[in-house]
Every structure is written in structure tokens, then in C-alpha cells.
């Protein structure tokens, strides 16, 4: 496998799905809610997925897709070279700001991240990496991050975390917040993986996320040696819904640790 050839014509198809997604500005735009109304889709995240789907399906036909939208492969296993992309994450972000999304894509062989990639579209900010070969921002070589205590740390949450919900104790939450120097949250999984994995903050935890949503942003963790696990301290499956947490070294631990009670 020519995992260069792969490389190159991965970012030329994202360069030019941002281009597409940018253009959309200028047209009608169609907001539909999936699971809930809350939970919103439109025919922009449907026309990047079936962009993606036709150019890799004409030029590599024994590749897998796996796309949010479902217009790939139905899936049971990570088993031969497979795709994971979202093309829009963070549409509420798409939808009520025009920024602050991106495309997510991480391309898998036999469940192993080999090249990852995070789009940030509007600030034509591009974050890559490739197995053993380091992570970039742009043309940037990314360091190897090191540790942060927890209060001198920035950790990227939501809200409805640190709220009685039904997936983790919310108190032990809230002493994380009290805790640490600043919270943010982005509104885009990708997003936030791409900053904690370039230094903008330290960690970046959800109960809720699925596979397009971190696929392409734990290749890029996992070159600076952040690191990426379930909250259970497990590895991420990539085949369903999953808590996710990713963070400097030491700083995982301490979360893990200190701040996580899964109900
Ligand atoms: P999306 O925009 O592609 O749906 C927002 O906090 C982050 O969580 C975004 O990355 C968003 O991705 C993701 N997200 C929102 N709702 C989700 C759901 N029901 N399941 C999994 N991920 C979700
Ligand atoms: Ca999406």
C-alpha cells in the first residue's frame, strides 16, 4: 500500500470539499433534525458525504466508508481499508455561526490509524498527521505535548456534562471544573481534538460521541502523544457510540483518577 499516494489525495478531496462547503454560503441552505431537534443535518453534510463516497469509490473500489450521514459501507468490523469521515462536524456550528466546524477523516487498515486529518474549514486551518511520522498544523511540525497539572490546565467540556445526566456523576464534574484554570467548549469534537493535540488546551472529554468523530483526531492525538481512551481507560472501538477522553499524559491520569464516576 502507498500510503503517500493515500496522503496526497486525501488532502487535495478535503481541500476541495472545504472549497464546495465555503460556496454552499451562497445558496439555500436545508436544515433537517435527525434523532432529535436538536440533532440537525443538511443537504450541505449529505452533498460532502456523496462527494467523498463517488471520488473514493471510483479511484480506490476495495476501500470501506464509513460516513455520519450513511452513505458508505454498513459496517460491522474495521477490517480492511476503511474510511471514517464526518463531513461536517460541528453543524450546529455550520448552521447558526458559519464557522467552527470541520471535516473529520481518519483512514483506517484493519482498525489501525494510519493517516488522520481535521479540516477547519472557514479558517482554512488544516491539521494532519501520519502513523510514525508526526502531526501538523499546516506546515507545522507539532511538538510532543508534555504534561500540565490539572490547574494550570484548560479542559474542553460541555455544559450538559457538569448537569445531572445519565452517563457520568455530575459532582465529581463539577470539582473538575473548580479544579482546573478554564473550561471552553467548541461545539465540534474534531475541533477540540485538534487543539488539545496543537496545545490550545489540555484535555477534552464527552459522553457521547461516535466514530467520525474522533477517527481522524486520535491519529493526530496519538502522534504527540496525547492520549485517547474511553472513559472506561479503554480503546476507542470506532463502531459505535462511545465516552471519549483525550488528554496530555499526566493530565489524563489525574482526570481519570480523580474526576470520573461512570453511572
Ligand atoms: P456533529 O456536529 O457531527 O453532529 C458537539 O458537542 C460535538 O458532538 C460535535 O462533534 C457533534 O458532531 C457531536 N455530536 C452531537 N450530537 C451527537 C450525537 N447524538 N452522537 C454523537 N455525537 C454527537
Ligand atoms: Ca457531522
Not at 3 to 28: C, P, Q, T
Not at 96 to 122: C, E, P, T, W
Request: proline share 3%.
Amino acid at each position: 500500500m502507498n500510503w503517500g499516494i493515500i496522503d496526497r489525495y486525501a488532502k487535495s478531496l478535503i481541500k476541495e470539499a472545504g472549497h464546495k462547503i465555503r460556496v454552499s454560503f451562497f445558496s439555500h441552505i436545508d436544515i433537517d433534525s435527525k434523532a432529535h431537534a436538536n440533532d440537525l443535518v443538511t443537504n450541505i453534510d449529505r452533498d460532502i458525504e456523496r462527494f467523498f463516497v463517488k471520488r473514493i469509490g471510483r479511484d480506490f473500489p476495495d476501500h470501506k466508508i464509513l460516513g455520519e450521514e450513511g452513505y458508505g459501507s454498513e459496517l460491522e468490523s474495521l477490517k480492511g481499508i476503511v474510511w471514517i469521515l464526518d463531513p461536517i462536524d460541528g453543524t450546529m456550528n455550520f448552521v447558526h455561526q458559519k464557522r467552527n466546524f470541520a471535516i473529520s477523516l481518519g483512514i483506517y487498515a484493519d482498525g489501525i490509524g494510519m493517516l488522520g486529518y481535521i479540516y477547519d474549514v472557514m479558517r482554512d486551518d488544516f491539521y494532519h498527521a501520519a502513523k510514525g511520522e508526526g502531526a501538523y498544523f499546516n506546515d507545522e511540525r507539532l511538538p510532543t505535548l508534555e504534561t500540565t497539572p490539572l490547574r494550570e490546565a484548560i479542559i474542553g467540556i460541555n455544559a450538559s456534562w457538569v448537569a445531572p445526566n445519565r452517563y457520568v456523576e455530575h459532582e465529581p464534574i463539577i470539582e473538575l471544573v473548580k479544579s482546573c484554570r478554564g473550561t471552553r467548549s467548541y461545539g465540534s469534537a474534531a475541533i477540540e481534538l485538534a487543539y488539545v493535540s496543537s496545545g490550545k488546551i489540555d484535555a477534552y472529554l464527552s459522553m457521547r460521541l461516535s466514530p467520525w468523530d474522533i477517527a481522524g483526531g486520535m491519529i493526530i492525538a496519538q502522534e504527540v502523544g496525547a492520549l485517547t481512551t474511553t472513559m472506561k481507560g479503554e480503546k476507542p472501538r470506532l463502531l459505535g457510540q462511545e465516552t471519549f477522553i483525550v488528554a496530555r499524559p499526566g493530565l489524563h491520569k489525574e482526570i481519570m483518577e480523580k474526576y470520573i464516576c461512570l453511572k
